[in-house]
């Protein structure tokens, strides 16, 4: 590829940096006496370019330093983000320089030099390392690794995901091509979280998906966050899975379907890719993991570390593999996955209840309303019973940690909750994520592309929702956030609760609506702006009775079917009466033929009024 060099002062660059130049830029990301990673565009010269992906191209370069005793130059490899609005400029500038002191002090992810705007785009200057695992599988005659490499890979990258997690950076991007190997053959993550950079923020080219990751890697929330999110740490398990799934079988996930056709297996039809036969077992039952729908039940990088390491060592020492865990059944306990609850593990002193079962609104039958712990029978609760005491029972009860929730100030992880200052941005309401012991909260609210974060203090209990209930618009919502159907004959109408997704979002299915075009359709609603409708709430006969429709659009039709047999009925049974009492006073005026022409006569005069009493 031809070489490129660096003009002094490009005319595009001039143009991003707000009439400004190198030197402008330069105070925008580094404040006096603070060590910057802004590096001189003019030291920096483009050799040829060697990947092109979605977020930008990557050059082969040089980065020349000199001064009066030396001059010297050494090879890096620059990332060029694609174009990005001007007003967006400072964001992300501000964003890197805080990725950029983070990723510092981690080993297992690519070694950034800094950040630099060439030809008028924003480039991260990075380490240039031998390539990528994708350019290895490339190089493979069927696109496969080895089981040894695989595992080998997946402990370096989990534990390189697991350092980003902890300086609170979601990657988004994983994928082989983003899996760089370094002269040891061990795999560094190469992608610093450039997905997560860019959150909030329109590229000039306004393609959002691409903007939020690679289709064939993301995960369900990946692509609405505001609508079906939040994004998560759990988001990367997903693209980490997929991932995994490429390196063994050498194919992409979905490969080829369209972006469209992705977006609908994942979101819509909730598919997950096929995990093939011949992983070992804890490999094959984190990964199942990886592709659980709601991110909550997907195992942390913690725990897919583990299942590497130990399927690592089982490997090495050629025994045979084993499954380990909770319980050899794994997979689901009253409703929640392992990787669920093992993810907030109990200690003395914490108060704590039952565990509703996922989407249930009756508290009232549980076990234990409250309780304390008062012992671990192992020093990990993650896998064992935990002792409990409780209000007046004088033993400490026995039980088994993962049918136990925290409460910390009155709330736990699951609970509906409402900020107590309404916010404008995002739904007031949204469901608790986490509560730390120390009062930090992260909360999913409709509106926000992650959790919110804050203090349990600004939170308070919110009427809580689950799958099956009913309802319908507040009559004070004139703006709803998401389309509401309208009701013939009616305001609004009434739907059911088919699924809630972990910030909130209501979907709901019009079952007393025929349509054919909505026939697989779902609205979105917004937990702030909806009330339960449910008979005992419905005020009188005829909202009760409307009530009923809402259940399924054949109860009107079956019910004027009714009413009009039985009128009919009514109309001959009285018809045959009065006849028969006439014929008893000798008063036959009539023959039976005329008779039976009379009854249906009298039905017809019945009819219209059973027909309105029925109408609503
Ligand atoms: N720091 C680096 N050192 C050496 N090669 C690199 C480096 N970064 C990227 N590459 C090479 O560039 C290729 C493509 O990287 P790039 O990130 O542009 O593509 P992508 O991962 O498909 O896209 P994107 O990350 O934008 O979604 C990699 O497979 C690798 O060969």
Known sequence: MAEKVVPKQAPAFEFMLFEGDADHMRTVIATPNEASPWIDPTTLKLRHRIGRGSFGDVWLATHHQSAEDFDEYHEVAIKMLNLVKEGNLKIIMDRFREIFFKCQALDSVCWLHGISIVHGKISIIMKFYEGSIGDKMARLREGKLSLSDILRYGSNLAKAIMEMHSQEIIVLNLKPTNFLLDENDRAIL????????????????????????????????????????????????????????????????????????????????????????????????????????????????????????????????????????????????????????????????????????????????????????????????????????VHRIHDPLRIHASTLERVTHGFAAGDWVRLKEEERKHSSVGILHSIHRDGRVAVGFIGLETLWKGKFFELQMAEAYCVGQFVRLKSDVFNPRFDWPGKRGGPQATGKIIRIHPNGCLVVKFPGRFSLREKHGAFLADPAQVEVVSFSTCPGVVQKYQHLEDFHWAVRPLLVALGLFTAMKLGLFIGRKMGKSKMKKGQRTTTPREGQQVDGAGNSAWLPSVATIIRR
């Open 190 to 389: 190469g992608d610093v979280g450039i997905a997560h950079l860019l959150l909030g923020i329109s590229l000039s080219n306004s393609d959002t998906i691409h903007r939020l990751g690679t289709p064939n890697y993301m995960a369900p929330e990946q692509w609405e966050p505001e609508v079906r999110g939040p994004i998560s740490i759990e988001t990367d398990s997903w693209g980490f899975g997929c991932s995994i799934l490429e390196m063994w079988t050498g194919v992409h996930p979905w490969s080829g379907r369209s972006i469209q056709q992705i977006h609908h297996s994942v979101v819509v039809d909730q598919e997950k890719p096929h995990i093939p036969n011949g992983l070992p077992p804890e490999i094959e039952n984190v990964l199942a993991g990886c592709f659980e729908y709601d991110f909550r039940n997907r195992p942390l990088m913690d725990d897919i570390l583990r299942a590497f390491k130990s399927a690592q060592d089982v490997s090495l020492t050629g025994a045979p593999f084993t499954v380990l865990g909770m319980d050899s059944g794994r997979g689901i306990h009253h409703g929640y996955t392992e990787w669920f609850l093992t993810k907030d593990h109990l200690r003395e002193g914490d108060v704590v209840r039952s565990r509703k079962t996922p989407n249930s609104c009756k508290p009232e039958s549980m076990v234990i309303p409250e309780g304390k712990i008062v012992g671990l029978e192992r020093n990990d609760s993650r896998d064992g019973f935990v002792l409990v005491r």
